[in-house]
């Protein structure tokens, strides 16, 4: 039988055998809000969007300016920016418990109906780099518009260790 080094398997590991880093600093609110609100062992994580390391956006309607595979390459990213507000907040990943459910939002032209492909870059991120702890209930909608025309929103409850 394979022995398995749990040092080497962690979410920082994962994150890089796939090539990933996660921003240096987690994306700052953008209103009189917080990222992170805790209630007991449950984290409520404001909805994050596709910022890039450098601070720009992915921005466009997803089914018109913006095709559904770029748009799930830019719910990954905000998987990413949520994993790094989990960090920035919790200081370590492996202090997350379970990924409880994650509620996605797709700016998208009326007639677009995959929402749920775009957001499964998210769900797909956050089960690779989290493995069990990270599959989590969804929901996945479309919407008119989202703040500064970015592509994808995504918001996550959490539940954490100390």
């Known amino acids: 039988m394979r022995q398995v080094n749990r040092a080497l398997d962690t979410p920082e590991s994962r994150l890089a055998l796939r090539g990933l880093t ?11 809000f917080r990222n992170v609100m805790r209630i007991g062992s449950l984290l409520y994580v404001s909805g994050q969007g596709p ?4 601070g720009g956006l992915k921005t466009g309607k997803v089914g018109g300016d913006v095709t559904a595979e770029e748009a ?10 949520l994993l790094a507000v989990l960090k920035d907040y919790l200081g ?15 700016n998208a032209v009326p007639d677009f109906t995959d929402h749920p492909h ?8 956050l089960c690779s780099i989290l493995g069990e702890r990270g599959i989590h209930a969804r929901s996945a909608i479309g919407v008119g518009s989202l703040p500064n025309n970015i592509t994808v929103e995504i918001e996550a409850i959490v ?3 100390t």
Do not use: T, W, Y
């Open 22 to 32: 996660l921003p240096d600093r987690a994306p700052r609110p953008i209103g009189n």
């Open 51 to 54: 910022v890039e390391a450098g």
């Open 72 to 81: 799930r390459l830019h719910a990954e990213l905000v998987g990413l920016n």
């Open 92 to 106: 370590d990943l492996a202090e997350v418990r379970q990924v409880i459910k994650i509620f996605g939002m797709v």
């Open 118 to 125: 775009v957001v499964n870059g998210c769900s797909d991120l």
């Open 159 to 161: 539940e954490a260790g």
